[in-house]
């Protein structure tokens, strides 16, 4: 006969494990319906990075409370490398720019110019015919769409601030979990697998991706600076595109692609010629980067390049482009679950 007493925990257990999957679920979703997404990625950032360091210092010291004081300086360095990065990041693209007068003179009216010679009459005519007239209308449509400016400004300053709050709840948790751990009960323990299993998706697909992004960025600098400028050919903007290649392949597949459809239009700047033969250099890379997904991220969470576009579709229809970001650790999450669960 079976033992009434023995069946009434599996049922508990099971009973919360449910709610656990439920509440995980639950906060997933207000993650993107509240926008927080870029705060998401910066705790996890800064979690990861804290517990990857941890295990080199840990070993040459002992003690909780030295170990705890290690913790929290580099959580304090990583929190201060990762916002000098950002800072660095912005003056790096606002030297390369350089001054605004001369951007209009120098940069973007030569493009103008020489798309007028590659491009059909019906297009060249909506072309401005100088530097007073790209700008007059470029103050135009600033002034028609002022509201959504403000509102876009406003909106970079909520994500900043998210972003500052989400490296320091990255590393205060990454301290926490150096202290030692008092009795949890069953719902907080089964979260805490919930948060890991996130976490763990995160570490996949992130420090996964990034590997990808600097192949491609490597192999896009060597093209841009290195085989064209010997052939006398010089892209404009060459360095800005190398490190916004950096930056958008962070994103899986859709990434490459507007890094190869800015790189292309540069190119086209140049000649016709250029440009196809940085299309036909871009299709190559694009080729190797579904191959280093299936190398790279397929064989850590056991996915195909074409399973993270529908994922990415999906989100992007629901929650827009922090679906796109969050697409590829939510379906790396889930399929860990589903793994865990032995489902799949």
Request: proline content about 4%; hydrophobic content about 60%.
């Amino acid at each position: 006969m079976n033992d009434p007493t023995s069946a009434a925990p599996r049922a508990s257990s099971s009973a919360i494990h449910a709610v656990s999957y439920v509440l995980a679920a639950l906060a997933l979703w207000l993650v993107l319906q509240l926008h927080l997404i870029s705060a998401l990625l910066a705790g996890l950032l800064v979690y990861e990075l804290v517990q990857a360091a941890v295990p080199l210092l840990g070993r040459r010291i002992s003690g909780d409370r030295a170990r705890v004081v290690v913790v929290a300086v580099l959580g304090a360095v990583v929190v201060g490398l990762l916002v000098l990065l950002i800072l660095g990041a912005i003056s790096f693209f606002r030297s390369e720019l350089g001054n605004p007068g001369l951007l209009w003179q120098q940069q973007l009216m030569p493009l103008v110019d020489k798309a007028r010679q590659q491009l059909p009459a019906m297009l060249v005519d909506h072309l401005p015919d100088s530097v007073d007239d790209l700008r007059d209308g470029l103050v135009a449509l600033a002034s028609k769409h002022a509201a959504t400016l403000q509102t876009a400004g406003k909106g970079a300053a909520r994500v900043s601030v998210h972003i500052l709050i989400g490296l320091v709840l990255g590393a205060i948790v990454a301290l926490s979990r150096t202290r030692p751990a008092h009795q949890a009960g069953p719902l907080a323990a089964a979260l805490g697998q919930r948060c890991q299993r996130l976490a763990g998706a995160f570490h996949d697909i992130v420090f996964a991706q990034i590997k990808i992004s600097l192949v491609n960025t490597a192999l896009t600098a060597i093209f841009l600076l290195g085989v064209l400028p010997l052939l006398g050919i010089h892209v404009p903007l060459s360095k800005t595109l190398v490190a916004a290649t950096f930056i958008v392949g962070l994103l899986p597949v859709i990434g490459n692609l507007l890094s190869n459809t800015a790189i292309t239009i540069a190119a086209l700047s140049v000649s016709l010629g250029v440009g196809i033969a940085a299309l036909g250099f871009l299709i190559l890379i694009h080729k190797l980067e579904y191959f280093l997904n299936a190398r790279i991220v397929g064989s850590q969470i056991h996915a195909r390049a074409w399973e993270l576009l529908i994922a990415m579709l999906l989100l992007e229809a629901a929650f827009g482009l922090p679906g796109v970001i969050a697409a590829p650790i939510y379906y790396a999450y889930l399929k860990g679950e589903l793994e865990a669960q032995r489902l799949i």
